[in-house]
């Protein structure tokens, strides 16, 4: 009989971490349901072997061994052992009083009590930890503890079995040494075999891993518990056997001491290792925090770098805006004055060394461009340009340059070409093929360039002398209606007169230099006055007197026609008004004073007109505005609105030169004029016998259907006058009846109260047209 041979309890701590894992490890085979069944059919067997172990155990329990001491030492497993155990921080090492315990019920009180102290104080340990939350699961206390039994079982009948095979002996003599190391060293390995192959067993079918691997990571280190418990089972058997309270006092208290100094460093290892770990987390923080703040100011340079680089790209964009900008003109993008006196400078300079690298610069300017203007608006002024340009480009070389060098003015670069020649048919053809009209927002504009040439020549210096010549024989080609002309030295010799009379011009008033002659209107009729046109004289100091034709024209180009024209009419209507009180007949005399074109385009003119009715106090009525034909078709509808205008005033209006500026009768019968004036060449056309008079009756016809009244200028013969009366035209002026007459002649011949007729005309007024001779012409 084995009497005296202890089991051990299965409750080590690596064994019942490996039974009380609950996590799930998916495996291929069986399936997680599967797996579930085979779980729990296993855990049912277990608990079933295992109630079976406690069963037979309690059942051949020999009941002299149980007593006080057995009693004990369960109260011990139960109150103290699970409150006592020791787990290495962080390992898997645990050491605790449960196998010791066991072992000693083994050695102390047989098998049977060992298997049951086993299962009791595997309950307790599994409570206790349940209850402070290490343990979890629904079948764990009963599943654990049938374990346990089971195992303890194991290492009874494997101690039962080498007792009665090989060594019979050995359970009786158990304080002896030999002995007590062998049946504990068999206890303590077949403890172990069972208990971790039990744990990886179980934990393979669990979670479907190699048994094998489970044990070597999960299991061996066990060992060592089992170890220490056999060892101190040894220690408090040969105590007891020693039956010495001195002995067993100094033990227990001995093994307390090592349990508590065990406990203190497994405590400060713990603690320290929990500091350590502490440190290691505040300094993995901080790395952390580092690498945060690192990255951050990473991001933040990246943003930085980023928000640097648009900077630097909208720069370097603008930059190139504002170079493009510098050069190229924002309306039609073509180069600008700079970009191509740029490049003429370097022409200039290269011709100088080089005379085989001519070149000729072509000046442009469109014509009458404020006309399309005024009457189209801007916005379609503008893509007149803009269409201009584009043909401009489209009829030159890559190695030429075309550029917008003012509002309407244009200039071209031509480059290898052979003679000057070949420049003016490219002239030619840029004018031509700008006058092929073009569709606007529903308008046919049609737009036509006057072009000046200046080939290349040594005497050049910088761009602006080339333009300047250009530009003068531009605007020769202007004054000739030519279309394309040559610069030549003579022309720059008319040019700076013509700037010199200018100038002069400028300062002419203020001088004193301008004065107003005065041509007589006489009632061809009754040989009346009906009053004067004003006729401007210019006294040059230098050249004496300069005609109209030779200074108006560059007055009106200049614009000084304006101010002149305000000069003009507060000095004309003052004069009239001086003159109308010289006797009650010359109460409703007249004045009639020439309006440029380009002062009717200017709305000052209407103020300008108003003033001077204010300052004279004339009446109205007796102010005329003469208005040439072709100014007056100029802007046909401006020329309406601003008549219009002048009408209100209550000033009469009077189309000058009429038959010269290719007037629609649809305008003529819109414009709000009261005097139709006709052109001299009409009068002068007519023979003496009344020849070529056929316009001369159309006009008169039109202006009495029109219900205005007819004035014939350039009456210079007494048959062109007598015509003229049979016609029915109401008014006349020429050298027959008087010459412009200076202010005092103009006067005096006020006072002499005489007619203006010659006399024979007088008397007989329905006669027959007389011939020259017959006729007495007055002479001023
Ligand atoms: P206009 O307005 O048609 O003036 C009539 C011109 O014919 C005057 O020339 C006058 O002297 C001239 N004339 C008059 N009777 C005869 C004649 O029987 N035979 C010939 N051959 N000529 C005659 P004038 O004074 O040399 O003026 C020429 C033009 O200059 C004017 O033609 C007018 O268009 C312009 N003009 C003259 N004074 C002014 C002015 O104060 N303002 C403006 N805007 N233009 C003016
Ligand atoms: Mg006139
Ligand atoms: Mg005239």
Redesign the pocket.
Known sequence: MIKNVKLVACGTPSATAALTTTQFHPASFPSSMDRQKLVLYTKLIIIGLGALAVGVALINVPSESLGLGYLAILAFSVLVTPRTSLTLPHSKLTFSFSESVIFLVFLLYGGELAIIAACVESVANCTYLKARGIMKGRWIILFNSAAVSLVTAFSYSVLLLFSTYFDPSLLNDLLNTRALITVLGILALTHFAGSSFFAASYQSIRTGENIWEIWKTECLSSSLTQLTGVCLTGIIYKMIGFADPVVIGIAVIGLALVYLSYRQSFNEIGSAILQAEAAEREKAETERERRREAEKHASQLAVTLEKEEKANEALRQSEKDLRHAALYDSLTNLPNRKHFGDLLRVLIENYKNDPSAAFYVLFLDIRKFKNINDSLGHTLGDKVLMVAAIRFVRMLNSSDMVARIGGDEFAVILTNLASLGKAQKVARRMFDSIAQPFSLSGNTISISVNIGIAPCDTEYDTPEEVLRDADIAMHYAKERDSGVAIFTKELRVRFLERVRFENDLRNAVANGELS??Y?PLVDLQDGGLFGF?????WHHPEFGMI???KF?PI??ESGL?IP??VW?LEETTTQLARWQKINRTYSDLIVS????GK?LSNDDLFDDVENALAISKISPQCLKL?I?ESAAMENAEHTINMLNRLKTLGVQLSI??FGTGYSSLSYLHRLPFDTL?I??SF??SVGEGGENSEILQTIISLAKSLKKKVIA????TKSQLSLLRNLGCDYG?????A??LTRDAAEKSLYENKSWLPVKLITSPSDKPQSADELNLPVF
């Open positions: 107003m002659s041509q046109e004003a006729l401007l004289r005609p109209p034709n108006i007055a009106e026609i002149i024209t003009i004073v020439n309006i440029s002062h003469e040439t000058d030169d004036k052109d001299r009068v002068y200028e350039g009456i210079e002026q020429g050298y027959l009846l010459r412009p």
